[in-house]
């Protein structure tokens, strides 16, 4: 079965799902009642979730009404694709986890609107669950993709109902408000990264990309291809080009490694 998956577009890490394995056993009689596999969870359903839920592999939370006060929103419900070279494989082996890693960030992207690089200054991001061991022994084979945004380390953002979330970054007001900024300058000992709708002074301006393979560049090359680069998007983004403050944050050999080919180049707000 192919997987679900009609959107395009251009990721937390890979959450590890429970495995299941094939059992066999006699067939029910027809007197015997066999319980049916659970109904997928509600496409564009809303929910209030911690973040030590949204970075679980399963989920039972119910629903909230999307008019009032939630922080996650399922954005696509697929079926996963169990099956690889002819055989059944568990629900957290890497064939079906690289399809979880797959659509739900292009389904992200799809909702979110906007250009590659609004994306990658915005504090969205997408999580997701599949069922629980229980319910897979009931046949379930679903998976969810649920829209959340970052307010601060490890804190969820309050999210707009999923009308506005839909295209949200193709405006200016929905970039500044759910955008990446610093409450010190980058590199400085007080400095957290938090939603720029909080109380901040500095604010991630642009991405620059990286080129390079698998293998991390090294400190030094990264630092040196991004800072020109910055210092000259800062210096546009600048009331007097003569005098102006940028910090440049290349990436780490770990952001590196789960793909992230990009820095950010930062200046006060």
């Not at 592999?57 to 002819?86: E, M, Y």
């Not at 490890?154 to 949200?168: D, S, W």
Request: hydrophobic content about 35%.
């Amino acid at each position: 079965m192919a997987p679900d998956d009609p959107a395009a577009g251009p990721s937390p890490s890979e959450a590890a799902s429970p495995s299941i394995s094939p059992t066999t056993g006699p067939s029910p009689s027809p007197s015997t009642k066999t319980e049916a596999a659970p109904d997928p969870p509600p496409d564009g359903a809303c929910y209030r979730l911690s973040f030590a839920q949204a970075t679980e592999p399963t989920n039972r939370s119910r629903p909230v009404p999307c008019g009032r006060r939630h922080d996650a929103q399922t954005i696509f419900v697929g079926r996963l694709d169990t099956r690889a070279a002819g055989r059944r494989v568990a629900f957290d082996s890497r064939h079906v986890q690289r399809q979880l890693a797959r659509v739900c960030p292009r389904r992200l992207a799809a909702r979110l609107g906007g250009t590659a690089q609004a994306r990658e200054l915005s504090r969205y991001e997408v999580v997701w669950f599949s069922p629980t061991v229980a319910e897979t022994q009931l046949g379930a084979r679903w998976f969810r993709c649920d829209a959340v945004a970052l307010a601060a380390a490890e804190t969820l953002a309050v999210l707009p109902p999923p009308n506005r979330l839909r295209g949200i970054l193709e405006t200016e007001s929905g970039r500044s408000a759910y955008g990446l900024c610093g409450t010190a300058a980058p590199g400085a000992g007080d400095f957290e990264r938090v939603i720029c709708s909080r109380s901040h002074s500095w604010r991630a301006l642009a991405t620059i990309p990286m080129r390079g393979g698998r293998k991390y560049p090294g400190v030094r090359s990264v630092r040196r291809a991004g800072g020109m680069p910055c210092t000259d998007r800062a210096r546009e983004h600048a009331d007097d080009p003569l005098t102006f403050e940028y910090g440049w944050e290349w990436p780490t050999r770990e952001q590196w490694r789960v793909g992230q080919r990009f820095g950010y180049c930062w200046v006060p707000d």
